[in-house]
């Protein structure tokens, strides 16, 4: 892991304009049950316009805007895709049968990708998401966290990574990341950051990728450090200038770190622009939204102080968070090439 920093995202996107969530989400699991009875889901009608169609459309933009390593488009809630298929498939209590685990995203970017490496002769690098053990225990059950039902959801995260990472020759696999958005904001049950340690890394065992937590808040940052498999701690530090982490950390324990530059919590900023007088009906056209994206003063700052505080401990840049929210999905793409531009510049005197 050595060099500039490289261009990741988080993952969520906002779906295109002729689609709604609802109509996206029938087809998503017409898609999954159609792979799991190993069906050719490209035959059919419904699941290629309303599935495979705007997927790889979400795909191309973060592709045109400069991302590096492409983490799939998330157009599903980030606990529905996973405690669905694990409760329809449930071999033991939270443990999905491990040949039902399946992200349907990553076999259509595997296909897409073999036929633009034929047509482009380049391979593509992607990075998978995956909701993390404990923010699906808490989700699906409640705070107090028993050992062994978590390490069942631990096992189910491995099954879904496994039978997800790609590494072809047109087609790798560069990261792998557990999303734990809650953890670090509030108090968990009945468990000790030992058994925390084991729940994580048994979710990322038997992975050459690299393995990335993503947090919102590094408060309880002693813990994925402390882990065997995670490599990367993420900070949402466009957000947040609180947000850090002492660097003689890293190094004490081996591990980097992936900072947010740009900031994506679009609800906080709305409610800036309007604190400062912005009328809602302007912020509400398309123009408005644009005008929302951090500068790239903004970002370029950001990306310098995280480079002067981490050093090369700093291994990924890219947007706080997911960009679901960012909508039409023009907007979310100005706001992941602006980033790319950025990174560009600042690449240029390193």
């Known amino acids: 892991m050595n060099g500039f920093p490289l261009y990741d995202d988080v993952g969520s996107f906002p779906l295109p304009e002729y689609i709604d969530k609802e ?22 009608r419904g699941i290629y ?35 669905k298929p694990i409760e329809d498939y449930e071999s033991q209590p939270n443990l999905i049968d491990p040949d039902k685990a399946l992200m349907p995203e990553m076999h259509v970017i595997d296909k897409f990708a073999k036929e633009y490496f034929e047509r482009a002769g380049s391979p593509l690098e992607v990075k998978i998401c995956i909701t993390g053990p404990i923010e699906l225990y808490i989700k699906r059950i409640n705070f107090t966290i028993y050992l062994d039902m978590a390490l069942n959801f631990a096992r189910s995260v491995n099954s879904f990574l ?40 048994k979710c990322l065992e038997g992975f050459n990728a ?33 947000n850090t982490l002492p660097k003689k950390e ?5 591990k980097f770190i992936r900072v947010g530059i740009t900031r994506t919590n679009i609800n906080s900023i709305i409610a800036e622009a309007l604190d ?18 951090d500068s790239k003063e903004r970002i370029k700052k950001n990306l310098l102080d995280a480079l002067k505080k981490y050093g090369t401990r700093l291994k990924y840049v890219g947007p706080d968070c997911g960009l679901s929210g960012w909508h039409p999905p023009q ?18 005197f390193y």
């Open 23 to 44: 109509t996206f989400e029938q087809f998503y699991w017409a898609a999954y049950k159609g792979l799991v009875n190993k069906t050719d889901i490209y035959t059919h």
């Open 49 to 83: 316009n309303y599935f495979i169609h705007p997927l790889l459309q979400s795909f191309q933009l973060k592709m045109n805007a400069g991302v590096g390593i492409i983490n799939y488009p998330q157009h599903m809630n980030m606990y529905t895709q996973f405690l």
């Open 162 to 201: 496994k039978n997800s990472i790609v590494n072809k020759k047109y087609l790798k696999t560069s990261i792998i990341a557990i999303d734990e958005p809650s953890f670090g904001y509030i108090d968990l049950v009945n468990v000790n950051n030992d058994d925390l340690i084991k729940i994580f890394d």
């Open 210 to 242: 690299i393995k990335q937590i993503h947090l919102h808040t590094l408060s309880q940052a002693t813990v994925p450090l402390q882990t065997r498999n995670i490599d990367v701690l993420t900070c949402e530090y466009a957000s947040d200038q609180k």
């Open 250 to 254: 890293l190094d004490q324990f081996d």
């Open 276 to 293: 400062s007088g912005t009328p809602y009906d302007d912020i509400k056209t398309f123009e408005g939204n644009m005008n929302l994206i």
């Open 331 to 348: 907007v979310a793409y100005e706001l992941l090439h602006r980033t790319y531009e950025v990174i560009e510049d600042v690449k240029k």
